[in-house]
């Protein structure tokens, strides 16, 4: 965040970073209390790899000053790291934080992505979301990214699949998008 210019070493530190944090036995499945990161280091690195440790430090050359503009160097390891361990609230916390901070920064592909990943290896829902807001936050960012100027057909289809998850997961405001001008008209092959 305060590195005037990023170091060329950034994007490998980060790829390590994250394929160390995947091997902590939180995030094994078969774990005892899979999927929650407690302490205080695992939670405290998961924010920080996901680059939403800080909220706003408008001093900060990147990220926490609120330019998003070095993100891309960084979303190929983070796609994967989602993909494969969103299914963890904490990890679906930082993930969707940074969806929402970076806004456009992160492509409605790879939101995509991510998402119909967890829905594939969770098709009843992970156990431990439920009673969180973890659906419609996801249902926000559906919205956000279909009405994007770069959500073609596919990704469209893509977030209408999560969509449809999601109401089988009971969320209501999946449901009611599922109505909106953006899906209205849009069929699942």
Not at 12 to 17: C, D, K, M, R
Not at 110 to 121: P, R, T
Not at 175 to 181: D, G, V
């Amino acid at each position: 965040m305060d590195a005037e210019q990023v170091n060329a070493n950034a994007q490998q530190l980060h790829q390590l970073a994250l394929e160390r944090l995947s091997s902590i036995s939180a995030l094994k499945r078969a774990s005892h209390r899979a999927g929650q990161l407690n302490g205080f280091d695992a939670p405290q690195l998961a924010r920080a790899l996901f680059m939403v440790e800080v909220e706003y430090a408008p001093l900060a050359h990147r990220f926490a000053n609120r330019d998003w503009s070095d993100l891309g160097m960084f979303l190929p390891a983070i796609e994967r790291f989602a993909s494969a361990h969103a299914w963890s609230t904490s990890i679906a916390d930082d993930w969707l934080t940074l969806c929402e901070r970076a806004q456009e920064k992160v492509p409605a592909e790879l939101f995509a992505n991510v998402q119909l990943a967890v829905a594939q290896a969770f098709p009843d829902g992970p156990p431990n979301w439920r009673d969180t807001l973890l659906p419609a936050r996801i249902a926000g960012q559906i919205q956000r990214h279909s009405e994007r100027a770069d959500a073609t057909a596919n990704v469209k289809q893509s977030l209408l699949r999560i969509l449809d998850w999601l109401v089988d997961l009971g969320d209501r405001r999946s449901a009611a998008l599922q109505l909106s001008p953006q899906f209205r008209e849009l069929r699942l092959h």
